[in-house]
């Protein structure tokens, strides 16, 4: 059962342009959201987050928003750059009983950027 | 301050043979996770460890375990090694359990034949 899904395996964008990354997930009890970025032969690199009690985040060229009506969020990549191009993963983490959080993550979006 | 190291970084192994991976977090780090990536599956999470304890724990079968040793450098073992573990296994620390921001090492890429 994928409880955090990002159903665009890659998205191509022109350089300059805004590139919008979408993730869903089923689980209600999330209560913070991350992205993460990778580039080829390294681990996964920290982007940005949002609490479940914000609908917004932002952080230089990169926004984060968060409806949780919709159980939806979406990276906001204003303007794209070529050193952009990379897989984009979205997590969310919830809390369990002892107190730690367990991190769930989506299957990934291959972002290109053409020059 | 030196990165999450994760030894050996390729590994081929047949089937039925038992693996151990090693990850060194961030000096001062105290919290380790393991995940699995696999083409399609994403990050699977597989457990994580805090002051030598196992503190959280995915939906992996028993073949998967860890160890965490006082000086925080973790251990995950896969044993009867199938081919459907093929995958990159990444290791991430944080200064505690539970923080928001993970860092990774690069992974380990497994091969079972």
């Known amino acids: 059962d994928q409880q955090v899904k990002q159903n665009s395996p890659s998205l191509s964008v022109q350089e300059g342009r805004i590139s919008i990354l979408n993730c869903d997930y089923t689980?209600?009890?999330?209560?913070?959201f991350l992205w993460y970025k990778k580039y080829p032969a390294e681990g996964p690199t920290f982007l940005i987050s949002?609490?479940?009690?914000?609908d917004k985040n932002e952080d230089g060229r990169f926004t984060v928003f968060l409806n949780k009506s919709a159980k939806h969020l979406s990276l906001h990549i204003v303007p794209s750059q070529p050193g952009d191009s990379a897989v984009y993963f979205c997590?969310?983490?919830?809390?369990?009983?002892?107190?730690?959080?367990?991190?769930?993550f989506g299957t990934g979006t291959k972002l290109q950027v053409i020059p | 301050k030196a990165g999450v190291t994760q030894t050996p970084r390729y590994l081929i192994k047949t089937r039925g043979q038992q693996v151990t991976l090693s990850c060194s977090p961030i000096?001062?780090?105290?919290?380790v996770s393991w995940y699995q990536q696999t083409p399609g599956q994403g990050l699977q999470f597989l457990f994580e460890?805090?002051?030598?304890?196992?503190?959280n724990k995915g939906n992996f079968p028993g073949r998967f375990s860890g160890r965490q040793f006082s000086n925080s450098r973790s251990e995950m073992n896969v044993s009867t090694l199938e081919l459907g573990d093929s995958a990159l296994y990444l290791c991430?620390?944080?200064?505690?359990?539970?923080?928001?921001?993970?860092?990774f090492g690069p992974g380990t890429r497994l091969l079972v034949l």
């Open positions: 460890y805090f002051s030598e304890t196992q503190r």
């Open positions: 997590a969310a983490k919830r809390g369990n009983s002892g107190g730690y959080q367990k991190v769930t």
């Open positions: 000096s001062g780090h105290r919290s």
């Open positions: 689980n209600s009890m999330f209560d913070y």
């Open positions: 991430a620390s944080s200064g505690r359990a539970g923080q928001e921001t993970q860092y």
């Open positions: 949002i609490s479940s009690i914000k």
